[in-house]
């Protein structure tokens, strides 16, 4: 069972701390599992994926584990359109793009300062408390990624 690097396990339990919440074997797994693939998994795979590594785990579990995680800020959620919450664990400022042909998601770096630039846009005194970037397409015929 691989298990979450010593920086990683530290940065979980300061921010479950920082919440008030406890670090827990299935937290940690949840945690691993989301920062071994970085591929925006639903609630379902990261399900099947922990399951492999720990049988015991209930979905409910899984979802819970994924709360904290979203609550405490070491995971984002990504809402792509009507489809089920993908999860991010990339927490730099970035965009993503949703392949309509394959239903992935990829992380898209943006220069620095971008984000912020959007956010000078906004009418009158409005304010964002943050900034979701997404284009959708597909891999154009004949290019390769």
Not at 21 to 30: F, G, S
Not at 118 to 135: H, I, M, Q, T
């Amino acid at each position: 069972m691989k298990t979450l690097k010593q920086m990683d396990r530290g940065a979980l339990s300061d921010a479950l701390d920082h919440a008030g919440q406890r670090t827990t074997p299935q937290r940690e797994m949840v945690f691993s599992i989301l920062l071994d693939e970085r591929n925006h998994p639903t609630a379902d795979e990261v399900y099947t994926r922990t399951k492999s590594r720990m049988p015991t785990i209930s979905m409910a579990t899984v979802y819970n584990c994924l709360e904290a995680l979203v609550t405490c800020g070491l995971v984002k959620q990504v809402n792509i359109e009507r489809e089920p919450t993908r999860y991010c664990p990339n927490l730099s400022p970035h965009a993503h793009f949703h392949c309509r042909e394959t239903g992935r998601v990829y992380d898209v770096p943006v220069p620095e300062g971008m984000m912020k630039d959007l956010v000078k846009v906004l009418p009158g005194n409005y304010s964002a408390d943050s900034v979701e970037l997404v284009f959708r397409g597909h891999l154009e015929k004949g290019k390769t990624k």
